[in-house]
């Protein structure tokens, strides 16, 4: 799934963005910052499924933490 926004994370004592979810690392220290663009409305029905997945989508990506 594509999915812009802006994602940071810390490798080491390293602040990376990355503006494209499929970017980020597989493994990583910490989750420093989750913001996904959020389509304007009205929404079509695969935006509302990649709506509804948002929160897995970010606990997904905490448990790539390794800190």
Do not use: W
């Amino acid at each position: 799934m594509q999915l812009k926004g802006t994602y940071v994370v810390r490798i080491d004592d390293e602040l990376i963005t990355y503006n494209d979810l499929n970017d980020i690392p597989n493994e990583f220290d910490n989750l420093i910052q989750f913001d996904p663009q959020i389509p304007k409305g009205p929404h079509t029905d695969e935006e509302h499924e990649m709506l509804d997945s948002l929160n897995d989508i970010l606990h997904d990506l905490m448990k790539r933490e390794t800190r």
